[in-house]
């Protein structure tokens, strides 16, 4: 994710140019810190390259959200992932081929928080999977206070008719390792790539190359 903070990063198509050649297949970047025609670009130039496109919804009102998903809309990115208002983006996405991947549990503020049990995480997982529109779930399961989350990530996973992207805070290869043996199809991963967190030294190229290398190493072949 071109993000940090729960933002997209500043010049964030300058940025993407340091990730061309690393051999990533999904790039993405939230609703909040650049403009709709800033996300187009970058959405342009990944999707010249061959990549998939993610668009992240933490826009905290509803007015704000449905904003975002038609803007996801207009600019063509294949993953809408977040947002909380899933009625809205059944109805607004309907007739695309974009995959909408909401938020379970209940949202809390910016940065995003995840709270309610983890039974309760995993019902609203059922429950939304069960609408043939939403394609899966985004899951913030680092960003809970209480529950663990690699047994959070695995009762949702259980419970959902769909896959389950595990979202934010992941900075770690043993986080990697654990959320891939608890059966996430994917995660994302921003600030520590920006931090320089990972083996592979400061240089954001070198730090996904680190990250891709770890998750080749999970088996978990569809996984980015």
């Known amino acids: 994710m071109l993000t940090h903070n729960d933002t997209t990063v500043p010049e964030a198509a300058r940025v993407y140019e340091s990730l061309r050649g690393t051999g990533l297949r999904f790039v993405g970047f939230k609703d909040i810190g650049a403009t709709p025609d800033e996300l187009a670009a970058v959405a342009d130039m990944a999707h010249a390259d061959g990549l998939e496109v993610f668009l992240e919804v933490v826009s905290t009102s509803r007015e704000a959200e449905i904003a975002s998903l038609q803007t996801g809309r207009e600019i063509g990115v294949d993953f809408i992932m977040g947002g909380t208002s899933v009625a809205d983006g059944v109805e607004i996405l309907a007739g695309t081929q974009v995959r909408y991947l909401p938020f379970p549990g209940r949202i809390e503020g910016h940065p995003s928080v995840l709270l ?88 954001v190229g070198a730090q996904i190359a680190a990250v891709l290398q770890i998750t080749a190493a999970t088996g978990a072949g569809g996984r980015s």
Not at 137 to 152: G, V, W
């Open 116 to 203: 309610g049990t983890c039974a309760e995480i995993a019902a609203d997982a059922r429950e939304m999977t069960a609408c043939k529109r939403v394609y899966g779930l985004d899951l913030l399961a680092y960003r809970h206070p209480s529950e663990d989350p690699i047994a959070l990530t695995a009762a949702v996973v259980a419970a959902s008719a769909g896959p389950v992207v595990v979202a934010g805070s992941i900075a770690t290869a043993e986080q990697i390792r654990l959320v891939a043996a608890a059966g996430a199809w994917a995660f994302t991963i921003g600030g520590a790539i920006f931090e320089g967190r990972l083996p592979g030294g400061p240089d």
